[in-house]
Every structure is written in structure tokens, then in C-alpha cells.
């Protein structure tokens, strides 16, 4: 019974000096209720631990320290929070009856930077003496926002820093391109989150730029994404490769952004890149989104190459896209039926059959004498397929008259 009794004025000893955590272990001592206490004995001590100070503290982890004196054994864990009143426990480290020191240690994460936490090594149920730490504060948090108010030499470029709770200075890189060479005026921002906004001039029109916030404060140097607008100016145009070409006809295609002013557009085509042709104009409104374009070109000639380019203008002059060719396809020889129902006559007129020539420009020509090679056109049409008739005003005039069809 000595040593149950000692251990029990240890146990009370111990409540006392965390009079604020267990005040209820105390009523109930003080009431004369025996708690179960396990015996001491000559072999095995009492557990009890030592609270290191914490390592690998960053922003948002860090490595809670102790040294476990296992005695008759049982668990070890660090109390924690951001209070001493602790309120969350690291998972328990079981340990078997000892006398030798065993170090132990937990790793936290998640945990706010910059911020105070309070920790101690316990043997389950134990008291315990504590440390604190403090997360290291975060570098600045940024981002890249649109760029505002664009026009032919100027812009406002945006952005938003969250400083972290530390004296944070800000500023944009810019520049045509994304190594941009060119920096704003820093700005000091104190440590709350705001936006930046800064305006550039002197631009030059139709030019696309690059962009990106920089922010820095002691615990970083950190850059936004990469944002681009583009200047107002001439037109924005592409051409590009011609569709459904065939024999006669082929369809032109381009792009054109009218770059925020009014803009109209069209193509040049020709057989040479002089080209000497142009389609009609199309009114593309003044809006900042490409757009596509497109223009049939019929009656073409079959087997011929062909040039063309989107064209495009607004107040602040023309753009040219660049060369684009096509060529045209050869006729297949037309299928002409001139026996049985192929051919024959009609109401004083006669009637043949032409397959795979639509739209093809043919001669029907008549003669009394194929050798002398004395041909007279009796009919210039475009075909559509199918019967076609031609009438010969000298037919009945001859007892033998010859015909012919020529295509090109």
C-alpha cells in the first residue's frame, strides 16, 4: 500500500499543477475517491516525458519533439493547438516497460503560416510541460488579371496580391514578348490583399503585348501567369487554304479580326499574285474576336492555278494576308449518247444526251461534208445533264447532214 499511495499523491501533485486542464480529476480526488493508479514497483518507474523544442518549421508543417521515458509502458503523443488549452492530439506511440530514454516525434501539416502553436510531450493522461512554435510567414500570392481599357497606345494592366500578413511590394513585367523587358513602378502594398492597377502608354497600334505581376516580400519572390492583349490598329487577318475546289469552283477561306474599329474585308484572286480580281465586301463590325470568311468563286477554268488573299481595312488603314493557291481540276471527257434513245428527234429538232458536263460550255456544230472540214455552229449553250436539244434550220435542205459536239 506505500507504493499505491505514493503514486496517488504523485498522480494528485500532477493534477494540481494543470489545475486548468483537469479540475475535475481534483473534485473527485478531493472527495476521497481512490482512482485506479497502477502500482510502482522497484523494476519500472513511472512514465513520464520531456517536450523538445519543434523542428522543420516552415509555413505550414512542422516536427513536434520529445523524449519518452517509458517506465511500466504505455502511450506517448504530443497535445497540440493554438492555445495551451491544446484541443488535438498527434496519434499515440506505444512503448513497453523501460528505464532507457526513447526519443519520439510527430510531423504537423496543414497548418496556417504564420501562426502560433503550442505543443508538449505526454505520456497518456500525464501532465506535461509546453513549447511553442510559430509557422514561417508566406511568400505574396498573385494573380495575372485581364488587361482593361485597350486602345491603340495604351492599356491598364491588372492585378491582385495577397501580401500574407507581411510588407509586400508589387509590380507588372510587360513587353511584346514573354520576356517581357520592360517593369512598372513598384509599389508598396503593406500587408493586406489588394489589387494593382497600372496604366501603360506610348504603345504602338495593332501590336500584341505580354504581361505578369511580380510581388516580394521577406519570405519570397513570387510571378503571376502571363496574360496578352493586342493593341487597337489595321485588321488582324490569316488567310487560308481554299475548299471544294473542282473543275469551275472553289470556295476561299481567311480570317480577319477587326481589332475594335469597323472593319470590312474581302479577297483578291486571280492566276497570278497579281491577281486583278476581288470578291465583294463583307462588313465584320468592330468587335475584338476573329472571325471567319469565306467567298465562292464559280466559272472557273478547269486545270488552272489560281492565287488569292484575305483583305481587310478600318480608320487605321488595310492588312494583307498572305498567298494561298489552288488549282482547278480537269473536266472528265463528256459521255455523249448518239444511238438508240441517245438521240433522235423531236418537234423538228434533235436531241442528244451529255453525261458528267454540268455547267459545261459546248459547240454543237453541222456540216453536209466532214472531209472538207466546213463546220457551222448551230447552238453555244451550258450544259446542265441530261437531253439536249438543238435545232438545225438547213436540215431538211440536204439529204445528208452530219453534226458534232466540241467542248474545251
Not at 513549447?131 to 488587361?147: C, D, I, K, N, Y
Not at 481599357?149 to 492599356?155: C, E, I, P, W
Not at 501603360?200 to 505580354?210: D, F, I, K, N
Not at 470568311?293 to 498572305?322: E, K
Request: charged share 5%; aromatic share 12%; net charge neutral.
Amino acid at each position: 500500500m506505500e507504493n499505491t499511495t505514493s503514486a496517488t499523491n504523485s498522480l494528485f501533485a500532477r493534477c494540481r499543477r494543470r489545475l486548468g486542464r483537469a479540475p475535475s480529476v481534483l473534485a473527485l480526488l478531493a472527495s476521497g475517491l481512490t482512482l485506479p493508479v497502477r502500482e510502482a514497483s522497484a523494476q519500472w518507474p513511472q512514465p513520464w516525458a520531456v517536450t523538445l523544442p519543434a523542428t522543420e518549421v516552415s509555413y505550414t508543417s512542422a516536427r513536434l519533439n520529445g523524449i519518452a521515458h517509458p517506465g511500466w509502458g504505455g502511450s506517448f503523443a504530443f497535445e497540440w493547438g493554438t492555445s495551451t488549452a491544446f484541443g488535438n492530439w498527434t496519434s499515440p506511440n506505444q512503448m513497453l516497460p523501460g528505464t532507457n530514454a526513447v526519443p519520439f516525434s510527430a510531423l504537423l501539416s496543414g497548418l496556417t503560416p504564420n501562426t502560433t502553436y503550442y505543443f508538449c510531450a505526454s505520456h497518456t493522461g500525464g501532465d506535461c510541460d509546453y513549447r511553442s512554435f510559430t509557422t514561417l510567414p508566406e511568400a505574396p500570392q498573385v494573380s495575372t488579371l485581364h488587361a482593361a481599357a485597350v486602345s491603340t497606345n495604351s492599356a491598364m494592366l491588372n492585378g491582385t496580391v495577397n501580401p500574407n500578413a507581411w510588407s509586400t511590394t508589387a509590380w507588372f513585367q510587360w513587353g511584346a514578348t514573354t520576356n517581357y523587358g520592360n517593369l512598372t513602378a513598384v509599389t508598396p502594398l503593406g500587408n493586406g490583399t489588394t489589387g494593382l492597377h497600372t496604366p501603360l502608354a506610348g504603345l504602338t497600334p495593332s501590336v500584341t503585348y505580354h504581361f505578369r505581376i511580380v510581388a516580394m516580400n521577406d519570405y519570397g519572390l513570387v510571378y503571376g501567369s502571363d496574360q496578352s492583349f493586342t493593341t487597337l490598329g489595321s485588321p488582324l487577318v490569316s488567310t487560308l487554304p481554299a475548299t471544294g475546289v473542282s473543275a469551275t469552283m472553289a470556295a476561299l477561306n481567311g480570317t480577319a479580326n477587326p481589332n475594335g474599329l469597323p472593319t470590312t474585308a474581302w479577297f483578291q484572286w486571280g492566276a497570278t499574285t497579281n491577281y486583278g480580281n476581288l470578291t465583294s465586301m463583307t462588313d465584320l463590325g468592330s468587335g475584338t474576336t476573329t472571325l471567319p470568311l469565306s467567298a465562292p468563286l464559280t466559272g472557273l477554268t478547269p486545270g488552272v492555278t489560281y492565287h488569292f488573299r484575305i483583305a481587310a481595312t478600318n480608320d487605321y488603314g488595310p492588312a494583307y494576308g498572305s498567298d494561298q493557291s489552288f488549282t482547278t481540276g480537269s473536266l472528265a471527257a463528256p459521255l455523249i449518247l448518239t444511238s438508240g434513245s441517245g438521240f433522235g428527234v423531236q418537234s423538228n429538232a434533235f436531241g442528244f444526251i451529255i453525261s458528267w458536263a454540268t455547267n459545261l460550255p459546248v459547240v454543237v456544230e453541222a456540216c453536209t461534208n466532214p472531209a472538207n472540214h466546213s463546220w457551222s455552229p448551230l447552238m453555244t449553250n451550258a450544259l446542265t445533264g441530261g437531253w439536249s436539244y438543238f435545232s438545225d434550220p438547213q436540215w431538211a435542205n440536204y439529204p445528208v447532214r452530219f453534226y458534232r459536239v466540241r467542248w474545251p
